[in-house]
């Protein structure tokens, strides 16, 4: 399938001159034309621009078929395309899923075979259709082969559903494609676990602005764990009286009765039930990573590593990175590292290391337990979340010298422990037990309380 000769020239001549005719079309006039002609020039620019995204299928198909990145020394197309065109991780992986999909085979004798999606794939070459139509088609085409429909049936489906992309947007052809799978495949047979298995799939991927997206195919016996577990966390949290004399704290679930911001005392859950369903993974992984059990990673424990300036850590403020590449505010960085055993690598402003080491900074099992046994869950006054769902908080920060002792920790639960510090509320220890004073605003006479469950 390597490109030889007079097609390797054109090749190389054709695409030598795409950036000259693009220049050349930018600094084109367009006032002098008629709506018409600016129209066509508008789908013509839209056709070529879907053929050359067409085109990538070929490009991956002959980087694969010589091994480019083997040579390279990479693991994989995806790396060569994130490495050589700065590619996000997402994008190249979408690539290369279509090129499997749409772009030309070797079989095991070296003859060239059409593309698994012939249609799809003609028709992208053509400027037809959109690269999110194509992921649509080939959803839609995946859950048919994997319920076993029959070789015609399957051509007969990729037929319409090309069809019906030339003529609708990929949200209108999703829905027509949903309709069409429920009509195929009517009993809504399961693919059997080894086809299950080959196609489960989980990424969690940046999306440039800090946030990330997490997406998923789960196995049925994975999904069924993922739903109980999350529903069971996921429950609306119910409405909780305040501490008497006290005015509700804005965003404080212990006063408000929500994870969420603002709201009265007594009012519902305000948080989205995509929302819910986040706090519930937050608190799996939390419960993960404080219970000890997780395997080693490069031959240490499940560790949160941590790299800043001397600077940053002195003063708590900059960015700090993990060993995953995370952008976090130092303070986010203390906060996550304070329920788990955490790595710290302190260098100079040019890179240099100034200092390593590993320090335990969460409680002992005896401590925990002792703690479980003085707090019986979360301390804040009015909170009844039970010690499971507690973290140990050092009331002097561990980052200014607050030791891991009974007298400078207690219970709290995530939503206590994520706006302790950010809420005006201090902590002070009276007779060996952890009394919270309200911030002014909240309780004028600035009164210390404590938990009182039964």
């Known amino acids: 399938m390597a490109l030889t000769g007079v097609g390797e020239v054109a090749a190389v001549v054709a695409a030598s001159a795409l950036p000259g005719a693009v220049a050349a079309l930018v600094v084109a006039p367009l006032s002098p034309l008629s709506d018409n002609e600016l ?46 065109l700065n590619l996000s991780a997402a994008e190249s992986s979408s690539r290369v899923r279509h090129a499997h999909e749409l772009g030309p085979r070797l079989s095991l004798s070296g003859e060239v075979l059409p593309p698994v999606l012939p249609l799809t794939a003609a028709a992208r070459a053509e400027g037809g259709i959109t690269a999110r139509h194509v992921d649509v088609i080939i959803r839609a085409m995946g859950t048919l082969r994997a319920a076993s429909l029959p070789v015609e049936d399957q051509a007969e489906a990729e037929a319409f559903l090309v069809e019906q992309a030339l003529c609708f947007d990929p949200g209108t052809l999703s829905g027509i494609a949903r309709q069409l799978v429920d009509t195929l495949d009517p009993d809504g047979r399961l693919a059997d676990e080894q086809s299950q298995r080959r196609r489960r799939f989980l990424s969690c991927l940046p999306r440039g602005d800090g946030m990330y997206r997490l997406t998923a195919d789960l196995d049925t016996d994975t999904a069924a764990l993922a739903m109980t577990v999350l529903h069971s966390l996921a429950a609306p949290e119910p409405a909780k009286s305040k501490v008497p004399g006290e005015r509700a704290e ?116 005896t401590q925990t337990l002792a703690l479980i046994a003085r707090d019986q869950g979360c301390a804040f006054p009015g909170c009844t979340d039970p010690p499971e769902w507690t973290e140990k908080h050092h009331i002097k920060p561990w980052a200014e010298g607050g030791p891991t002792n009974l007298d400078n920790l207690c219970l709290l639960c995530d939503h206590h422990h994520d706006r302790i510090n950010t809420g005006g509320w201090t902590i002070t220890m009276r007779h060996g037990l952890p009394w919270f004073t309200p911030p002014p605003w909240i309780n004028p006479t600035q009164q210390p309380q404590r938990n009182t469950r039964p």
């Open 39 to 84: 129209l066509d020039i508008v789908r013509s620019a839209e056709g070529a621009r879907r053929q050359l995204e067409a085109f990538d299928a070929v490009l991956i198909a002959e980087l694969e078929a010589r091994n480019v990145a083997g040579r390279l020394m990479m693991r994989g197309s995806k790396q060569v395309l994130s490495g050589v």
């Open 250 to 365: 804005p965003g404080d679930r212990g006063e408000s009765g929500n994870r969420g911001d603002g709201g009265k005392s007594g009012e519902r859950d305000e948080r989205t039930a995509g929302q819910r369903m986040h706090d519930a993974f937050r608190s799996i992984l939390k419960l993960a990573l404080r219970s000890g059990e997780l395997p080693t990673s490069g031959g240490v424990p499940a560790t949160v590593l941590i790299t800043m300036t001397a600077q940053q850590f002195e003063t708590g403020t900059g960015l700090a990175s993990t060993s995953y590449g995370q952008k976090l505010s130092v303070a986010q960085a203390l906060r996550l590292a304070d329920q788990a055993s955490i790595a710290w690598i302190v260098h100079n402003s040019k890179g240099g290391l100034l200092n390593y080491g590993t320090t335990r900074r969460t409680a002992s099992t």
